[in-house]
């Protein structure tokens, strides 16, 4: 992989086990200190890598599990009682989460891990680097990275402690959510002014003012979700920031997939914000590239450059209710799926040889165990046939069989474990096309020539899809929701579109107090100056 910057940032990887921390509240200890290091170029690089080290932790599988599982998106259903983890999936669907749920927890912890590992670098950069603009842009792009961590707390749990100084272990109460809009807001128009605006690989996996841009725009979008008041013309303000730099661009039809294979990186003309992976380090484990598994051993080379055998494991599945908005036959988006009968490059069926139990569980025949072969296909329902109150599909061909699979993130046949090469994107250029439509459209004055339909229409056309003639709200959250799948974004869309407390799947729950999830028992206990979110 073409990512200079992210073997810097691994080469840090041992001094982060040295700076760990499970709440924002909890002293982070190491031997790291200004006293004794970093002196040179080299070790200040060093001291600033810990941050992204913790950045990418826990991004893929339990974020990815919180943002998307809690949707419509994706449903990670028990198989035989397999991955039924103590009901930690059935409570993200059902919305039945509480303080103690094992993947909330897992978030608190890892958001405040990045937070506390990035005031420890600030406290010996700020004591120890020489003055200067190399000072003053990696200091820049730390707060950066704290900033994306209390964005997603923020979205994530609401009302969070707000703690910036290394060595404070005082019980800090939450902040509202308006507040620590606010801290964010003053932050990152802090630190812009010191951040490159440089785009390449020299600043690859490294806040720019780019990202900068691209969380604000995030954060005024969400305004009248975060504070009750709407900031749409500062939304398009910062979108304009992208858009007019001229660093960016759609890729079109023919290399929109590889903007996630495991080879993705800086060539990637969309990347604004992406965290570089490498499946030779730790911790390299995007759960949405391992979402299929050779379990027949058959070759289907769904894209040709990365062939590997493609069958459904115990995956995460989309449910009928997301995947309808994949409407267009033409659309380039479509092909990120697997679904219907599988067949091999050659054009024959893809068949599987198991014994009529074992296609069906419930079959009541009287040769259970006679040989039957049947055609893989990948079916968009999933039926809790075995059991609803254990989350159950069943444990045979049928139940394996179930659900529209995502492979999006492609899963690489050249890695020798579970880890993966494909980096992944934060903040693409699409989302700032996407961002500024819908703030137009919620009241926005349009600017640099642009209507909510052409920029709408400027994504789609580079997908490949069909123009539309008009454009509302309900198309922009369709367009986004074909644009962003298995990009984490969902969850956030669904809750600004009001869509958050409808039905899908099992889930029938409408609580509003559910758009924001408790906070962790644990961090109640280690931090009893913390309010508990309302409605736990």
């Given at each position: 992989?073409?990512?200079?910057?992210?073997?810097?940032?691994?080469?840090?990887?041992?001094?982060?086990?040295?700076?760990?921390?499970?709440?924002?509240?909890?002293?982070?200890?190491?031997?790291?200190?200004?006293?004794?290091?970093?002196?040179?170029?080299?070790?200040?690089?060093?001291?600033?890598?810990?941050?992204?080290?913790?950045?990418r932790g826990n991004i893929s599988v339990e974020f990815?599990?919180?943002?998307?599982?809690?949707?419509?998106?994706?449903?990670?259903?028990?198989?035989?009682?397999?991955?039924?983890?103590?009901?930690?999936?059935?409570?993200?669907?059902?919305?039945?989460?509480?303080?103690?749920?094992?993947?909330?927890?897992?978030?608190?912890?890892?958001?405040?891990?990045?937070?506390?590992t990035v005031n420890q670098s600030l406290s010996i950069l700020e004591t120890n680097m020489p003055e200067g603009a190399s000072k003053s842009q990696t200091l820049a792009e730390l707060k950066m990275v704290r900033a994306l961590a209390y964005f997603?707390?923020?979205?994530?749990?609401?009302?969070?402690?707000?703690?910036?100084?290394?060595?404070?272990?005082?019980?800090?109460?939450?902040?509202?959510?308006?507040?620590v809009f606010a801290f964010l807001e003053t932050e990152i128009n802090a630190a812009l002014p010191a951040l490159s605006d440089v785009v390449g690989i020299s600043t690859y996996g490294r806040p720019t003012k780019y990202l900068a841009y691209s969380l604000l725009a995030k954060m005024y979008l969400n305004s009248e979700i975060y504070t009750g008041t709407a900031r749409n013309a500062d939304c398009i303000a910062a979108c304009d920031a992208i858009i007019s730099?001229?660093?960016?661009?759609?890729?079109?039809?023919?290399?929109?997939?590889?903007?996630?294979?495991?080879?993705?990186?800086?060539?990637?003309?969309?990347?604004v914000f992406a965290i570089p992976f490498?499946?030779?380090?730790?911790?390299?484990?995007?759960?949405?590239?391992?979402?299929?598994?050779?379990?027949?051993?058959?070759?289907?080379?769904?894209?040709?450059?990365?062939?590997?055998?493609?069958?459904?494991?115990?995956?995460?599945?989309?449910?009928?209710?997301?995947?309808?908005y994949f409407n267009d036959a033409n659309d380039i988006r479509n092909k990120e799926w697997l679904t219907g009968l599988q067949f091999y490059d050659d054009g024959k069926p893809v068949t599987v040889t198991t014994t009529k139990k074992g296609y069906d569980q419930f079959y009541a025949g009287?040769?259970?165990?006679?040989?039957?072969?049947?055609?893989?296909?990948?079916?968009?329902?999933?039926?809790?046939?075995?059991?609803?109150?254990?989350?159950?599909?069943?444990?045979?061909?049928?139940?394996w069989n179930m659900g529209y699979r995502n492979i999006k993130f492609h899963p690489d046949a050249t890695s020798l474990n579970r880890n993966q090469n494909n980096d992944v994107p934060v903040f693409r250029y699409a989302d700032a096309l996407l961002m500024k439509a819908e703030a137009i459209q919620r009241g926005g004055a349009a600017t640099l020539g642009a209507t909510a339909l052409s920029l709408v229409n400027s994504v789609r056309t580079a997908r490949n899809a069909a123009a539309f003639t008009s454009v509302d709200l309900e198309a922009i959250f369709g367009e986004r929701t074909r644009e962003f799948a298995s990009e984490m974004w969902h969850r956030n869309d669904m809750i600004r579109f009001g869509k958050f407390?409808?039905?899908?799947?099992?889930?029938?729950?409408?609580?509003?107090?559910?758009?924001?999830f408790p906070i962790p028992n644990s961090a109640l206990?280690?931090?009893?100056?913390?309010t508990q979110n309302p409605g736990y």
């Open positions: 992989m073409r990512k200079s910057y992210i073997k810097t940032i691994l080469s840090a990887a041992a001094l982060a086990t040295l700076v760990s921390c499970h709440d924002l509240n909890v002293p982070v200890t190491s031997e790291l200190t200004p006293d004794v290091f970093p002196t040179s170029d080299a070790q200040f690089i060093s001291a600033a890598g810990p941050a992204y080290v913790a950045l990815f599990h919180l943002q998307t599982l809690s949707t419509d998106e994706a449903i990670f259903p028990a198989k035989g009682g397999n991955w039924y983890n103590g009901a930690e999936f059935k409570d993200l669907h059902l919305h039945t989460w509480t303080k103690d749920h094992s993947t909330v927890t897992g978030n608190w912890t890892w958001l405040s891990t990045i937070i506390g997603w707390m923020m979205d994530s749990f609401g009302n969070v402690p707000i703690i910036t100084t290394y060595g404070d272990y005082s019980a800090h109460p939450n902040a509202k959510r308006a507040e730099s001229g660093k960016f661009s759609l890729e079109p039809a023919a290399t929109y997939l590889q903007m996630f294979y495991p080879d993705n990186g800086p060539q990637m003309k969309e990347f490498d499946a030779t380090a730790a911790n390299s484990f995007p759960f949405r590239a391992t979402n299929l598994h050779s379990r027949y051993d058959v070759p289907r080379g769904m894209v040709a450059k990365f062939k590997m055998p493609f069958t459904p494991d115990a995956a995460v599945s989309t449910l009928p209710e997301f995947y309808k009287s040769d259970p165990a006679a040989p039957y072969t049947y055609q893989i296909n990948i079916t968009p329902e999933v039926t809790l046939r075995q059991d609803v109150a254990s989350f159950d599909v069943g444990n045979d061909e049928l139940a407390e409808g039905k899908w799947g099992y889930k029938t729950d409408a609580d509003i107090n559910k758009r924001i206990l280690l931090n009893p100056a913390l």
